[in-house]
């Protein structure tokens, strides 16, 4: 029986089936879980499956590269989530077009922080160069954030790391953070939110409410493209 | 369905190639959104089945991190060695944005109120 055991795991170790499944399986398990504790922001779905994917992954000594080629199709799926997020900006289009000046002040200001202080905090705890440049663009969603790290030279696997731990982070202490602040409105809390913590933040967003989510979704898009377009000049000006 | 997640695609493609071609420094699914925005905005609405089908897809956007982040497993070494200023950057700098972006978009917005 176990030779058996055995030749069925290394057919399906080879084949992409089994990233994939694996991965639906264990996020709607970390899900099952936040919505059990009435969306607790402590119990991050995606903190949750990453946790035990890596854990399951090293335990059965299975290659992150292997597990890859099964949940890539979950992965590119982050590109045309990136456009439909066009759809429920449009939907607020009037309040948009209310609130251009806050919005546009408010990106410029939370870009910027979220670039310099994350490299002036490491750097003053002594991060190598590879590693400043990888956890520059940490706020910006997965695919434009690996983007810029591999024009800039740093490692675009990483960031991708240091992205999702920044959404978790973010989507996790927002509520915490933004209720100490006594901020109430909820485009202003999803904005903070999206431009923070990209994705991530902007699906705790949308489990807050729909105006909360477009705000995040909005912030998420605009912070894409502006640090795309602020961190070469800042690496041009600080070297 | 299969009609909104075509034109998901195409403008996504769209973007890529007008990233490649004018050697744009931002990526191509932004790109694509914004294509997409004007496109809403000329056309004047959003249509039934682009709607449900973004909203599929959005609704389960924390998904589409999982795979990413699962690399954390082949960055673990780089990751222990530097873990102070890597953890420090990581909520420091999150929780600063979060609360820089919101004081900043609240004080324009009551000032606006206000006048």
Known sequence: MTPKVLDVWVYLSTTPLLGLTITLLVYQGAFWVYQRANFNPLLNPVALAVATLVLLLSLTGTPYQTYFDGAQFVHFLLGPATVALAIPLYAQLDKLKRLLVPLLAALLAGALTAIVSAVGIAWLLGASRTTLISLAPKSVTTPIAMGITEKMGGLPSLTAVLVVATGIIGAVTAKYVLDFLRVRDHSVRGFAVGVAAHGIGTARAFQVSEEAGAFAGLAMGLNGLATALLFPLLIWLFG | ?115
Not at chain 2, 1 to 24: H, N, P, S
Not at chain 2, 35 to 51: K, P, V
Request: no cysteine.
């Open chain 2, 1 to 115: 369905m299969l009609g909104a997640i075509t034109l998901l695609l195409v403008y996504q493609l769209v973007g890529e190639v007008i990233a490649l071609v004018f050697k744009l420094p931002v990526p191509g699914p932004v790109i694509g959104m914004l294509l997409l925005f004007l496109t809403l905005l000329a056309r004047g609405s959003i249509g039934e089945g682009l709607r449900n089908t973004a909203n599929g897809l959005l609704s389960h956007l924390s998904l589409l991190f999982v795979p990413a982040g699962t690399g954390v497993m082949v960055h673990l070494a780089r990751v222990a060695d530097e873990w102070v200023p890597i953890v420090a950057a990581l909520i420091g700098s999150t929780v600063l944005t979060i609360a820089v972006t919101a004081l900043v978009m609240r004080a324009l917005m009551s000032r606006r109120e206000r006048t």
